[in-house]
């Protein structure tokens, strides 16, 4: 059964730091770019960051760049998003997806940034 888990989200004050993990079973990410994804109350689903299958090539949208860092373990079948220097506007459940021959969603884990 293909999976994608999302796990490591929850409550920090601004400017702390999360990080989220992606496991995937079923599959193996190898061959997938890897991607993350946010979506705050009432607003639309939008593109964080994204790897390449193999890891030599990483893009983030503009609102996280040099913020959040996005990583890959092609061995343990995981994807990982760290985010630092949090911000109430990153308020969102984040979800990973796997994309390739096929595409996979997580069901998301959420994030809340806070005081």
């Known amino acids: 059964q293909v999976q994608l888990v999302e796990s490591g989200g929850g409550l920090v004050h601004p400017g702390g730091s999360l990080t989220l993990s992606c496991a995937a079973s079923?599959?193996?990410?190898?061959?997938?770019?890897m991607s993350w994804y946010r979506q705050a109350p009432g607003k639309e689903r939008e593109p964080v960051a994204y790897?390449?299958?193999?890891?030599?090539?990483?893009n983030y949208s503009a609102s996280v760049k040099d913020r959040f860092l996005i990583s890959r373990d092609n061995v343990e079948n995981t994807a990982a998003l760290q985010m630092n220097d949090l911000k109430p506007e990153d308020t969102a459940d984040y979800f990973c997806?796997?994309?390739?021959?096929?595409?996979?969603w997580g069901r998301g884990t959420q994030v809340t940034v806070s005081s």
């Open positions: 997806s796997a994309i390739g021959s096929e595409r996979y």
């Open positions: 079923g599959f193996s990410i190898s061959s997938y770019s």
């Open positions: 790897i390449s299958n193999g890891g030599d090539i990483t």
